[in-house]
T-cell receptor, first 112, second 115 residues
């Protein structure tokens, strides 16, 4: 079945450091891929998405490229800020069921 | 800004009590979902709905039940709460026509503690 695997956290970085959170997926067909972010005490919100191979999603300085050949959708940011501290979820859309399948989440903590 | 609301945000109750978690959205979305989020952060889909009078069980078995009598309202009920039900419950919605694009709008969550 379809699944998403993320790198384990927590990830702790200093401000202005480079961020990569790895995400790989297993899916039949051509799913859309997403990154959601959950700030402390809040629900999830969409950070970025890509709907087909080689698409790059970007938002708030974050980027991720849909790589079909490596079945990956790694999240990157060139210079993180303390305000980026949150839990990040990679997800794919299950077209057959119209549902999102989430990875296990990666907690990011950015220190000043 | 997403217009999806959950109440209560926090609830502490004793074992055996009946509870209802409310979820309402003002976006006219057909699809609604309930996720259970465990302390390890992982999200588990427990219920979803494609529209009025439609409800389906999710991937994780749950003793809770849901109803969808109105498009905007998707309450979740536990008839007899137990400590194992302690968790955060997240409600979400999406437009049916664009469901394949996968953008879900989430409420802020209801954190339930059963003593």
């Amino acid at each position: 079945g379809n699944s998403v695997t993320q790198m384990e956290g927590p990830v702790t970085l200093s401000e202005e450091a480079f961020l990569t959170i790895n995400c790989t997926y297993t899916a039949t067909g051509y799913p859309s891929l997403f990154w959601y972010v959950q700030y402390p005490g809040e629900g999830l919100q969409l950070l970025l998405k890509a709907t087909k191979a080689d698409d790059k999603g970007s938002n708030k300085g974050f980027e991720a490229t849909y790589r079909k050949e490596t079945t990956s959708f790694h999240l990157e940011k060139g210079s993180v800020q303390v305000s980026d501290s949150a839990v990040y979820f990679c997800a794919l859309s299950d077209w057959s069921g119209g549902k999102l399948i989430f990875g296990q989440g990666t907690e990011l903590s950015v220190k000043p | 800004e997403a217009d999806i609301y959950q109440t209560p945000r926090y609830l502490v109750i004793g074992t055996g009590k009946k509870i209802t978690l409310e979820c309402s959205q003002t976006m006219g979305h057909d699809k609604m979902y309930w996720y259970q989020q465990d302390p390890g952060m992982e999200l588990h889909l427990i219920h979803y709905s494609y529209g009025v009078n439609s409800t389906e069980k999710g991937d994780l078995s749950s003793e809770s039940t849901v109803s969808r009598i109105r498009t905007e309202h998707f309450p979740l009920t536990l008839e007899s709460a137990r400590p194992s039900h302690t968790s955060q419950y997240l409600c979400a919605s999406s437009e049916y026509g664009t469901a394949n694009t996968g953008e879900l709008f989430f409420g802020e969550g209801s954190r339930l503690t059963v003593l």
